[in-house]
């Protein structure tokens, strides 16, 4: 199993452009999240999902998109990237929150700085 | 989800234990105490959690208080690949499951 992979590795943005980042998941997860972490902080939470083609708002989901069609996926998308936007991004997934199944599994992050 | 109180930073020598203490003074009845750490530039990854008792695992131990106020995490034999950032996350399993993350203490093992 590949565990959680995600997609691309390091990418640089300029204002207002545009990009997606793929996260995806071998082990048949139901739970999927999107987190970022900024310089010397912790991990905060934009968007997660709890199944194929439902997502929710996180703590900081503004200025962020995601989408949940197939399963094994999970997108976040930046409509119009700005400045503040440059962070290191994890995707994290688990089975669901049913204690033993909760344990999350984190992807190795996309590093994304935006000019 | 209570909030979490750690010590900044860390330093273990190589082959000693490391034991890394975390304030929850918050904490209510159905929140778990986590672990996570977190190694230069990767993902988090999973230690180990309890509720009340004592839990034990491959990785490490966790040593929960009687009142449940704080907890221990230990790493009996430290390595330096032990060096890392360990998160001490209180949760009740309720709405998405995501994980509040600190700021962590940093432990650096000295070889």
């Known amino acids: 199993n590949a565990g959680v992979t995600q997609t691309p590795k390091f990418r640089v943005l300029k204002t207002g452009q545009s990009m997606t980042l793929l996260c995806a998941q071998d082990m048949n997860h139901e739970y999927m999240y999107w987190y970022r972490q900024d310089p010397g902080m912790g991990l905060r939470l934009i968007h997660y999902s709890v199944g194929e083609g439902t997502t929710a708002k996180g703590e900081v989901p503004d200025g962020y998109n995601v989408s949940r069609l197939k399963k094994q996926n999970f997108l976040l998308g930046l409509e119009s990237a700005a400045p503040s936007q440059t962070s290191v991004y994890f995707c994290?997934?688990?089975?669901?929150?049913?204690?033993?199944?909760?344990?999350?599994?984190f992807g190795p992050g996309t590093r994304l700085l935006v000019l | 989800d209570a909030k979490t109180t750690q010590p900044t930073s860390m330093d273990c020598a190589e082959g000693r234990a490391a034991n890394l203490p975390c304030n929850h003074s918050?904490?209510?009845?159905?929140?778990?105490v986590y672990w996570y750490r977190q190694i230069h530039s990767q993902g988090p990854q999973y230690i180990i959690h309890?509720?009340?008792n004592n839990e034990t695992n491959e990785m490490a131990s966790l040593i929960i208080t009687e009142d449940r106020k704080s907890s221990t995490l230990i790493l009996p034999h430290a390595t330096l690949r032990d060096t890392a950032v360990y998160y001490c996350i209180v949760r009740a399993f309720t709405g998405a499951n995501n994980l509040f993350f600190g700021t962590g203490t940093r432990l650096t093992v000295i070889p």
């Open positions: 918050t904490i209510s009845g159905n929140e778990y």
């Open positions: 994290a997934s688990s089975y669901s929150t049913s204690l033993g199944r909760e344990t999350q599994y």
């Open positions: 309890g509720l009340k």
